[in-house]
């Protein structure tokens, strides 16, 4: 009686593993379709780099050191600071 029991629980848990499996994965693609949440004030890449290129527009320093805060600029503008 007692194997006959231990057959059936392991052939029941066997059955459900995969059902919990799938349901995690559908809940999971229900969570992480969709659009991500937004950072308060934070810009699209081609907004960052807009605004700061006018921020820097007629800044008297090299073309590399301008690439270089306009980089730092952006990410910081992606952000949200």
Same mark, same amino acid.
Do not use: H, W, Y
């Given at each position: 009686?007692?194997?006959?029991? /231990? ?12 059902? /919990?499996?799938?349901?995690?994965? $559908? ?5 992480? !379709? ?10 699209? %890449? ?7 290129? $006018?921020?820097? $527009?007629?800044?008297? %320093? !090299?073309? !590399?050191?301008? $690439? ?13 600071n």
């Amino acid at each position: 009686m007692k194997v006959l029991f /231990s057959a059936i629980a392991l052939a029941a848990a066997v059955a459900f593993v995969p059902v /919990s499996a799938g349901a995690q994965e $559908r809940t999971a693609k229900k969570i992480l !379709s969709g659009q991500p949440a937004t950072l308060q004030k934070a810009k699209t %890449e081609s907004q960052a780099r807009r605004d700061c290129q $006018r921020q820097f $527009r007629g800044a008297k %320093e !090299s073309k !590399s050191a301008l $690439r270089i805060k306009i980089n730092a600029c952006v990410q910081e503008g992606m952000q949200g600071n």
